[in-house]
C-alpha cells in the first residue's frame, strides 16, 4: 500500500526514543490520561497541557470514541488514503480488521485495536509531543492502565515486549501547519523499530 509523503517510518523510532527519553526524565512531559484524568487527583501540575499536546489529546478521546462506537466516517477524518478507505469499509479488509477484528488478522499475536480498547478495565491515553530537528512531533499512546504503570509505558525497551504489543496501542503524528497530520490510523502498517534476535 502506498503511504502519504511523510518518511513515517523514518521517525516512528526517533519520535519515539525522543519521547521516551524525555518523559523519563522529566515528570512533567507525560500528561494525565483520557476519562481517568479526573480521577488523577493530587498533582495540579499534572493536568497542565500546552496547546498542542492539549489538542492531540483531544484527538485521542475522539477518536476512542470513534472506535468504540465503530464510527468509520469520523476515523476516515484523519486518514484520506482511498485505499485505506475501501480497507475499513470491507470488513474482510486489512485495516478494518487491525481497527476491530482479531480473526481476520494474519500472524500470531495479533490484537484488534478495538478488542484492546473494549477490554482494557482502566484505558489510558497518553499525549506527548517532542520538539526534534526543528519540528514537532506527537506521539498518542493508549494502553491498559491496570496491567501497565506510566513508568513502563515509556521505559526504553517495553515497546517491543509481547506485553507492550497486547496492551498498548500507538499512534504518531506530525504538526505542520499549526495542526496535528498523520498519514494512517493508529500507526497501521508502521511497524515497531524492534529489534530481533539471530
Known amino acids: 500500500m502506498k503511504r502519504k509523503p511523510y518518511a513515517w517510518s523514518a ?17 512533567g512531559c507525560k500528561k494525565a490520561s483520557g476519562p481517568a484524568a479526573a480521577n488523577a487527583g493530587a498533582n495540579p501540575a499534572a493536568m497542565v497541557e500546552d496547546p498542542a499536546t492539549r489538542e492531540l489529546h ?42 476491530f477484528d482479531s480473526s481476520c488478522i494474519q500472524g500470531a499475536n495479533k490484537r484488534a485495536v478495538y478488542d484492546l480498547f473494549s477490554t482494557a478495565p482502566k484505558l489510558g491515553i497518553d499525549a506527548s509531543v517532542a520538539h526534534v530537528q526543528g519540528k514537532d512531533y506527537g506521539l498518542l499512546m493508549f494502553y491498559d492502565k491496570s496491567q501497565i504503570s506510566g513508568q513502563e509505558l515509556y521505559s526504553p525497551d517495553f515497546l517491543c515486549t509481547d506485553k507492550a504489543l497486547k496492551a498498548t496501542a500507538s499512534w504518531h503524528f506530525i504538526l505542520a501547519n499549526g495542526k496535528w497530520s498523520t498519514s494512517t490510523l493508529f500507526d497501521y502498517k508502521t511497524e515497531r523499530p524492534c529489534k530481533t534476535s539471530s
Open 58 to 99: 483531544a484527538i485521542g478521546n475522539r477518536v476512542t470514541t470513534a472506535l468504540m462506537a465503530r464510527d468509520i466516517n469520523t476515523l476516515l477524518e484523519y486518514d484520506h488514503d482511498p485505499e485505506d478507505e475501501a480497507s475499513l469499509k470491507n470488513k474482510s479488509g486489512d485495516l478494518y480488521c487491525y481497527l
Open 11 to 27: 521517525w516512528f523510532g526517533l519520535s519515539a526514543a525522543v519521547i521516551a527519553c524525555c518523559c523519563g526524565m522529566m515528570l
